[in-house]
């Protein structure tokens, strides 16, 4: 017992010895929806996320060459040479210098890097979700610069890459100052179609549940190169013949607006239709609740379930929103605005 008891003390004076390195949970990350797999885990040091750059960096098609003379790595992308010399803070791209605070590091036989360079090298966007330690990337040429604004509560903006700006369920929170081109109501209850809050152009079209529901029937709609869809919403305290959710394709990106809901029958038939981004009710109220929530971002299979609408009063809870265990979570913060992709 004496032996195990000074093993376990000189280890816990090695770690310490070990200066920035924190003992996090696992990290994930995740490329254009696909989870990927390394031999050699990324890190959090300094409070940077280091990661893989080979696997991400031939993960968008890069040829990567490893110097183990003078330890560096170039990577090369059609016009575009990243070169990153380990235990340097200044990589560069085309021959430009670029600063990261943290420089490369080798673990083993692989180089890790600074997150956010590794993703950007070649174009690429990254969000980062510290509460899962879970950082996605958009590589592959698969970027916009579409954006999701969350407002609070079941309100959100989508501005597209021309600019077409796009407000579902008006109520929430702030942001309501660029004009509308589309408004999308997904039910008549006051904390979801509180249109004045919006200043609508001149050729604004505003889409709610009599419009989606005209006819007997789930509409579809064009407007301004977005593609609109009406779908089920429906629990005890929401009407299906009343309320919908949208599945909305803005360039080329498919978000499903679920609404105030539970589970429904239209969601099986979801996953087959490759959705990008799925924003869940989950107060558990009005709507499900986060177990079922999650159950459901499950059989839809987006690549990435954003939690809303978490408790009635409330713009955002931070501590719900991590108990929402859904596959490809990400939690966008009431004010937070985030870069869309495929």
């Known amino acids: 017992m004496k032996k195990v008891l000074i093993v376990l003390f000189a280890l816990a004076i090695v ?128 970027g916009s610069v579409a954006k999701l604004l969350y407002q609070g509560h079941g309100s959100f903006r989508i501005t597209a890459e021309d600019g077409t700006v796009i407000y579902v369920d008006p109520y929430a929170g702030e942001g309501y100052d660029l004009p509308a081109d589309i408004i999308l109501v997904t039910h008549q209850h006051g904390d979801h179609n509180q249109l004045q809050l919006v200043t609508p152009k001149s050729d604004c079209v505003v889409i709610s549940n009599v419009e989606a529901l005209a006819g007997g029937k789930h509409n579809s709609f064009d407007v301004k190169g977005v593609k609109i869809e009406a779908v089920t919403a429906s629990n005890g305290n929401h009407d299906p013949k009343a309320c919908v959710g949208y599945i909305i394709t803005v360039d080329g990106i498919k978000i499903y607006a679920a609404g105030d809901t539970s589970k429904t029958e239209d969601m099986k038939t979801f996953a087959a239709r490759n959705l990008d981004y799925a924003l869940l009710p989950c107060d558990g109220i009005y709507n499900m609740g986060l177990d079922e929530a999650a159950e459901c971002a499950a059989l839809i299979g987006a690549k990435i379930n954003i939690p809303i609408h978490m408790k009635p009063g409330e713009l955002f809870d931070r501590e719900l929103a991590e108990k929402f265990a859904a596959p490809n979570r990400l939690i966008v913060e009431a004010g937070q605005e985030i870069t869309l992709w495929k």
Do not use: C, H
């Open 15 to 142: 770690l310490a010895a070990a200066p920035g390195v924190m003992a996090a949970g696992e990290i994930s990350v995740v490329v254009d929806g696909k989870t990927l797999e390394f031999d050699v885990a990324p890190q959090n040091i300094n409070s940077r996320v280091l990661v893989p750059l080979r696997a991400i960096f031939e993960e968008v098609g890069a040829a990567v060459d490893w110097d183990g003379g003078t330890q560096t790595v170039t990577a090369t992308k059609g016009d575009t040479v990243v070169v990153l010399t380990i235990g340097s803070t200044s990589p560069t791209i085309n021959g430009e210098t670029v600063e990261i605070d943290q420089p490369g590091i080798l673990v083993g036989s692989r180089t890790l890097a600074p997150l956010r360079f590794v993703a950007e090298a070649f174009g690429g966007d990254v969000e980062w979700d510290g509460s899962s330690n879970t950082a996605y990337i958009s590589l592959n040429g698969n």
